[in-house]
């Protein structure tokens, strides 16, 4: 008699529980392009390549790597978009000069601006 009771306020809880996760995730996946405009680097583009992240069971993330060549130095930095159906690759192509505006997360730079500069 209790289990008839207590299995279903326990099967409540927990799907009030997930539902509640699932709200709070998607809200950080909706905020994932929102990025910080404090620095900005200016270089050339040498190497371009995808990454596809699950960010919380059916929110996915597509993370594009950059390495940018400037004065010598090789910096790696990032893109991060929601992944959905309509996402289409938007970034600059290896060889073209680039002005990424972002902020600084450790050693790589995470960018959602650029600007594509005419070489001289």
């Known amino acids: 008699m209790v289990?008839?009771?207590?299995?279903?306020?326990?099967?409540?809880?927990f799907y009030i529980l997930a539902k509640k996760n699932r709200?709070?995730?998607?809200?950080?996946?909706?905020s994932v392009t929102e990025v910080k405009e404090e620095s900005v680097i200016v270089g050339e583009v040498t190497d371009v390549y995808y990454e596809k992240k699950r960010f919380y069971y059916d929110f996915?993330?597509?993370?594009?790597?950059?390495?940018?060549y400037k004065d010598g130095k090789i910096t790696r930095v990032e893109r991060r978009e929601r992944l959905t159906k309509e996402w289409t690759k938007s970034p600059p192509n290896a060889g073209e000069l680039v002005k990424l505006i972002g902020y600084w997360e450790?050693?790589?730079f995470i960018f959602n601006d650029y600007k594509r500069i005419d070489k001289q």
């Not at 289990?3 to 809880?13: D, E, H, Q, R």
């Not at 709200?23 to 909706?30: A, F, N, S």
């Not at 996915?60 to 940018?68: A, K, P, R, Y």
């Open 106 to 108: 450790g050693k790589t």
């Open 60 to 68: 996915h993330i597509m993370i594009t790597h950059l390495n940018i």
């Open 23 to 30: 709200k709070k995730y998607k809200e950080k996946w909706l």
């Open 3 to 13: 289990t008839a009771v207590v299995i279903p306020i326990l099967i409540i809880y």
